[in-house]
């Protein structure tokens, strides 16, 4: 048993293995008791399951900070905080291809459950390259750091205006490449049908598989912010990448109650603009302003939460009086 107190990634192997085994039970669980039939989720159970998932992410959390300390603890509550919350803007998006796919709601849950088995997988190797990078040479920190407080600034000053999923080239490139039905063929992702042109029986990918594939490439260009804001707080491999996946794990029971209510978190977007240049400028303020001393991890928790919070809830205050918006067709 000596191989689970190896060193990997700068943590012991036992530690890794003790998540995995905890993701794995996760999407068991998913896949053999809340998705053995495809239904449509209400807001209700959405809500209930997401305090599940927060549970869980905070209970590893609460493990993390009693096995690695209370660094690494407020590490990983900071860096998980984050992505908890750049997903909103995920959501929106997941919420306009389901649209534009016109997939039914019952089997929306299953496309965002397998999209999130191939993120944890995305997510990994992309952490583990910004890892290496990191740890083969430093000042990579400095343009990640730059690119935040860019990025921070570009969305604080950004429109509104309007995602149009019917020109996206990704579906584009798909479409023309593979053959894809025009009907949907209940939670399939992938059907035998006639070849127009041929006139034989072919396989044929469905809209469902088509808008997990696009589901997966908004991820991508979702995690360019989020991988370097964690990277931001902590180049320690496994913190990065499990708060990074807590965070995503909770998404998919999230997902339908925050679709509905997506309209109400209109101003959240400055709070998070601001999050990204905070988490950027640490980088700089550690390195040169506190001569290579640490940015107190608590100060970074706290200002995170509480700008966070204050988005949240000044967005609910702002939006109290508007109009619902019309529900995705199903």
């Known amino acids: 048993m000596d191989f689970l107190f190896i060193d990997w990634l700068g943590t012991p192997a036992w530690f890794w293995l003790a998540f995995i085994v905890l993701v794995v039970a996760l999407t068991a669980f998913d896949l053999g008791f809340l998705n053995k039939e495809d239904r449509e989720m209400g807001i209700a159970e959405s809500l209930k399951l997401s305090v599940f998932y ?37 959501v929106f998006v997941i919420s306009l291809i389901f649209t534009y796919f016109a997939i039914p709601a019952k089997y929306q849950y299953r496309a965002l459950l397998w999209g999130i088995i191939a993120v944890i997988v995305l997510r990994g190797l ?40 019917k020109d996206n080239k990704a579906i584009k490139f798909i479409s023309s490449r593979m053959r894809v039905t025009k009907e949907h063929h ?9 070849d127009p042109k041929t006139g034989r029986l072919a396989t044929a990918a469905t809209p469902l598989f088509l808008a997990l594939v696009v589901i997966n490439i908004a991820d991508l260009v979702f995690a360019v ?22 965070a995503i794990l909770g998404l998919r029971a999230l997902y339908f109650a925050l679709a509905a209510m997506v309209h109400r978190f209109h101003y959240l977007k400055y709070a998070l603009a601001t999050v990204l240049v905070f988490i950027g400028t640490k980088i700089f303020v550690s390195d040169f302003v506190l001569d290579g001393g640490k940015f107190p991890p608590v100060l970074s928790l706290g200002v995170t939460l509480a700008l966070i919070a204050g988005g949240i809830l000044f967005s609910l205050w702002k939006t109290r009086n508007e109009p619902e918006p019309e529900l995705p067709a199903e």
Do not use: C
């Not at 990579?140 to 570009?154: D, M, R």
């Open 186 to 194: 209940g939670h399939r992702f992938f059907v035998r049908a006639l």
């Open 126 to 165: 992309m952490i583990a390259g910004g890892a290496a990078l990191v740890e083969q040479a430093y000042w990579v920190l400095y343009i990640f750091a730059t690119f935040l407080i860019f990025t921070g600034v570009k969305m604080f000053f950004a429109g509104d205006e309007p995602i149009d999923i």
């Open 54 to 90: 927060i549970a869980v992410a905070m209970l590893f959390g609460a493990w993390v900070w009693y096995a690695r300390g209370a660094e690494p603890g407020m590490q990983y509550l900071t860096g998980y905080f984050i992505e908890k919350a750049l997903s909103i803007d995920n």
């Open 225 to 246: 912010d989020s991988v370097p804001a964690i990277f931001a707080i902590t180049t320690d491999t496994f913190i990065v990448y499990t708060s990074n996946i807590m």
